[in-house]
């Protein structure tokens, strides 16, 4: 595997460079989302992931590969910065993506950022920065939609911080194929992320019974899973945020990523899952997990 593997990661000045995109993303996410009916407030669920952006070198490739092994559909937004789209598959906002080709010396792959929901976005990015974290976009308003923050963590993995002024989608049940499923730290330091994440987002550490190999940790709020945590068997690989997507079949989406330009990195394997996990970049380098739900048995 290569270095760049799982979500990638590299030097300080790319992350910084990265986040000095992100400015008008979630606003206009955001103004994407909100424009259905207008609905009463909900609440704030804290450490819930809530949004998530593709920064892209390639974008129209990465049109035809979400478009092509998910049926996303992209929707121009403008902005005076960066441009934008937002992702919906059947009407629905699923994600954003943004233009960063113009950046390709600082980011020569894309990435996918994700947002932790916290219920008060600047004390969440202080307290990272207690924590020898870094604020690489210190919080602000985006619009009249939410307040949001970019950060570091120590290991170096890149998180968004936001509060969503209508608040968060409610917990139970999950969406329909080609939606985020679940999240995953991949650690270089497993006990460190897992000492750094309880006490700056809260989280509740339950560990798993051991199953395989690797150790494996599930991070809570609210007695509600929210994201899982285990050390990369991979040396190679940094520290980094996975997002999941759900499939219907993952030796079937491992397929079809080849055929749209996209790598499989981790391919399904009975011993991992049953067979229904794979791990894949898309073609410009954005890495993501392919997972079947509710996991059933030997892929096909």
């Known amino acids: 595997m290569s270095r760049n593997t799982v979500g990638p990661r590299g030097s300080g000045r790319r992350i910084v460079a990265v986040a000095a995109v992100l400015v008008p993303i979630l606003a206009l996410a955001a103004a ?19 949004w998530f952006d593709l920064l892209t070198t390639d974008p129209p490739a990465a049109e035809k590969f979400y478009g092509g092994l998910f049926g996303w559909t992209f929707e121009v937004q403008k902005t005076r910065e960066n441009p934008y789209k937002v992702a919906r ?9 943004v233009d960063v080709s113009a950046l390709k010396k600082e980011v020569p792959e894309s990435t996918w950022l994700s947002y932790a929901s916290v219920s008060d976005v600047d004390k969440a990015a202080a307290g990272i920065k207690g924590l020898k974290g870094k604020v690489l976009r210190e919080p602000a308003e985006v619009g009249t ?25 409610p917990d139970g049940g999950q969406g329909p194929e080609g939606t985020f499923l679940w999240m995953e730290y991949v650690a270089e330091d497993a006990p460190g992320a897992l000492a750094f994440y309880k006490d700056a987002l809260g989280y509740d550490v339950n560990r798993l019974d051991a199953v395989t190999a690797v150790e494996y940790f599930v991070l809570k709020t609210g007695g509600i899973s929210r994201a899982g945590l285990f050390a990369s068997p991979w040396k190679e690989v ?29 391919a399904p394997k009975p011993e991992i899952r049953n067979g229904t996990l794979a791990i894949v970049a898309d073609p410009s380098g954005a890495a993501v997990a392919l997972q079947q739900w509710p996991i059933a048995g030997p892929a096909k």
């Not at 598959?89 to 993506?97: H, K, N, S």
């Open 32 to 50: 994407s989302a909100l424009r259905a009916a207008p609905e009463p407030p909900r609440p704030t669920i804290p450490g819930k992931f809530v």
């Open 89 to 97: 598959l059947g009407g629905t906002p699923i994600a954003g993506m």
């Open 145 to 169: 939609y939410a307040r949001a923050a970019v950060v570091a963590d120590p290991q170096g993995a890149l998180l968004g911080l936001v509060k969503l002024a209508k608040g968060d989608p």
């Open 238 to 266: 940094k520290s980094n945020w996975l997002p999941y997507l759900r499939v219907a079949d993952a030796a079937a989406a491992a397929r079809k990523v080849e055929s749209l330009g996209g790598r499989v990195l981790l």
